[in-house]
T-cell receptor
Framework: KAGVTQTPRYLIKTRGQQVTLSCSPI?????VSWYQQTPGQGLQFLFE???????NKGNFPGRFSGRQFSNSRSEMNVSTLELGDSALYLC????????????FGNGTRLTVT | DAKTTQPTSMDCAEGRAANLPCNHS???????VYWYRQIHSQGPQYIIH???NNETNEMASLIITEDRKSSTLILPHATLRDTAVYYC??????????FGQGTELSVKP
């Protein structure tokens, strides 16, 4: 069974631009979560989607948004990029929302210059 | 969500058992203990989880104390490839995972 796939693997953007990251969950998984990882803050939860609805949200500004499609694939968008948005963005999927292990992809490394 | 406390770093000799402790004294009755690990430049990898009873799978064993205020992850025969940051996380059903700083485990030859 294929794991969680994130594209692109690396991305370089300029301050003020916007970016869209993509995530394909494990087949059959209906829940997708997004995390941001930085050296200073560690792994921080962004949001979780289940059946195309946002079910949980972390403490990030409105510049960070996401969506989930009917095939469970998800995208995350960051608008008006700031230097501090440079991070590893991780997507994870699980079979159902309640008590089910998250399975992570290897992330998209975003660098904002 | 309950917070967890883990040692910042630990060493283990290759071939020996690695015992990673975690304190979660404020855990609630319906909260699970999850363990993940992250090897540099990769996404976190799920290891094991449990509620009350001890659990074992092909990767590790999870020992949860009777009062559920602490747990230990056991890697029975550590290898160099087990060098990673190990995260202990407490989460309720349907809740989001809140990662702490984890324990950096170094397995040495």
């Amino acid at each position: 069974k294929a794991g969680v796939t994130q594209t692109p693997r690396y991305l370089i953007k300029t301050r003020g631009q916007q970016v869209t990251l993509s995530c394909s969950p494990i087949s059959g998984h209906r829940s997708v979560s997004w995390y941001q990882q930085t050296p200073g803050q560690g792994l921080q939860f962004l949001f979780e989607y289940f059946s195309e609805t946002q079910r949980n949200k972390g403490n990030f500004p409105g510049r960070f948004s996401g969506r989930q499609f009917s095939n469970s694939r998800s995208e995350m968008n960051v608008s008006t990029l700031e230097l501090g948005d440079s991070a590893l963005y991780l997507c994870a999927s699980r079979f159902r929302q309640e008590n089910s292990p998250l399975h992570f992809g290897n992330g998209t490394r975003l660098t904002v210059t | 969500d309950a917070k967890t406390t883990q040692p910042t770093s630990m060493d283990c000799a290759e071939g020996r058992a690695a015992n990673l402790p975690c304190n979660h004294s404020t855990i609630s009755g319906n909260e699970y203990v999850y363990w993940y690990r992250q090897i540099h430049s990769q996404g976190p990898q799920y290891i094991i989880h449990g509620l009350k009873n001890n659990e074992t799978n092909e990767m590790a064993s999870l020992i949860i104390t009777e009062d559920r205020k602490s747990s230990t992850l056991i890697l029975p025969h550590a290898t160099l490839r087990d060098t990673a940051v190990y995260y202990c996380i407490v989460v309720n059903q349907g809740g989001k995972l809140i990662f702490g700083q984890g324990t950096e485990l170094s397995v040495k030859p």
